[in-house]
């Protein structure tokens, strides 16, 4: 921001900007509209361009004069208050050159300049400017999110594409063979179709997401939702050489959930899972379910990968952290919202046996 400097002050009022700053160090980086320094009197003793533009003065108009030209209904008191607090916050009607009111809010502290008191103010524009730049900065926000959102469905969406995609290829290959088996043939369309409501109840569940901002939760066997989600991405572990074991069988498992969120969440962990391990000799997973302290339920997939790179160790679970060339960084993000919406909690944790446990923790619906 650009500080005017006083003819008859200089170099005080720009050292006084910057002290003023300094005095308000508790909120770095605070948006504010202008930044004023006055003396003990009253006086403007010095006022950025963007603070006498709120007023409609050009800085020249106004350095010297008294404060209350633009703030008539302010008495000012403010001088008397501050020493004995660090700074004021007041929400004024400001006068502007042409008589009309800006609605603003002043945060006036004192700071001491070459031995001298100066109040220095920075001011909020609570009027129609500020409106309009709110207005622009909720539109950027949610375009934002679309983006976030689009990039969560291209990801949310590969895996069911991918799985229709490879059982077309085995009915195919099935239509080939010598002693054709129409049951082989009609058992490998049946999982593409069940993959393909997969791939709708997903669009859905987007749909009530962006129309209610809220997905509908039901009280759901959470062992069971778990094993189908392990059903989706049988193939891609068998397509990697990963030997899965499954052991599912805390009890009670009851959790209120939206079942194709969780779901979501089981497949991204396996996907990450097999793709970690897919340089590794050793490559083994394993699904389980166990309770803690008898009130959550938690599901743990462990594998035997290389374990958690360092460079993403802390931000595992923010938005566009990836280690992959081709990786969107979005799955793990995605699943701690789903998890933290339901109330849960996701970590990750060295596998003892070398690899990483990822880990969500529900609570258990009462029976
Ligand atoms: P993406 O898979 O697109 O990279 P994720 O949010 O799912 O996005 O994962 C973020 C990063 O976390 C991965 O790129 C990888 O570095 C790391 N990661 C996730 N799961 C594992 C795992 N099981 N073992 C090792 N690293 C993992």
């Known amino acids: 921001m650009r500080s005017q400097n006083s003819p008859k002050t200089s170099p ?60 008539p209904e302010s008495d000012l008191s403010f001088r008397d208050h501050l020493g004995k607090t660090p700074s004021l916050r007041r929400r004024i009607d400001g006068l502007r050159k042409d ?59 590969k895996q069911p594409l991918t799985a229709i995609g490879v059982y077309l290829n085995f009915a195919r290959r099935y239509l080939n063979e ?37 997905t509908t939760k039901t009280p759901q066997n959470l062992n069971p939702v778990i094993r189908t989600a392990c059903a989706f991405t049988d193939s891609l572990a068998k397509l990697h050489n990963v030997k899965t074991t499954i052991n599912l069988d805390a009890s009670p498992d009851i959790v209120l959930i939206n079942k194709v969120q969780i779901q979501q969440v089981v497949v991204n962990l396996k996907r990450n899972a097999v793709e970690a391990m897919q340089n590794c000799a050793r490559r083994e997973m394993r ?19 290389p374990g958690l790179p360092d460079e993403v160790k802390d931000r595992l679970f923010e938005q566009f952290t990836t280690t992959k060339p081709h990786g969107l960084g979005v799955g793990l993000s995605i699943s701690r919202s789903i998890i933290e919406a339901h109330n849960g909690k996701i970590w990750a944790e060295p596998n003892p046996g070398g690899g990483t446990i990822f880990s969500f923790a529900l609570p258990l619906a009462a029976r």
């Open 12 to 71: 005080a009022p720009r050292a006084a900007e910057g002290e003023g700053r300094a005095a308000l160090g508790a909120t770095p980086g605070a948006s504010f509209d202008g930044i004023v320094a006055l003396d003990s009197r009253g006086a403007v003793r010095s006022i950025n361009d963007e603070a006498a533009a709120l007023f409609g003065y050009a800085a020249e108009e106004i350095l010297g004069r008294d404060f209350g030209m633009l703030t």
């Open 99 to 157: 008589g009309s009111v800006l609605p603003m809010e002043l945060d006036v502290s004192e700071v001491v300049c070459d031995g001298e008191r100066l109040f220095i103010g920075l001011i909020r524009d609570l009027g129609q400017r500020r409106f309009e730049r709110d207005i622009q900065k909720l539109q950027a926000n949610r375009l934002d999110l679309i983006e976030n959102m689009a990039a969560g469905l291209a990801h949310e969406l």
């Open 178 to 214: 010598k002693d054709l088996s129409v049951q082989k043939i009609a058992e490998t369309l049946d999982n593409a179709d069940a993959q393909v409501f997969r791939a709708s109840q997903i669009m859905d569940n987007l749909r009530q997401f962006i129309a209610r901002g809220e």
């Open 287 to 305: 699904v389980s379910t166990g309770l803690i302290d008898g009130d959550l339920i938690r599901a743990d997939v462990a594998d035997t990968g």
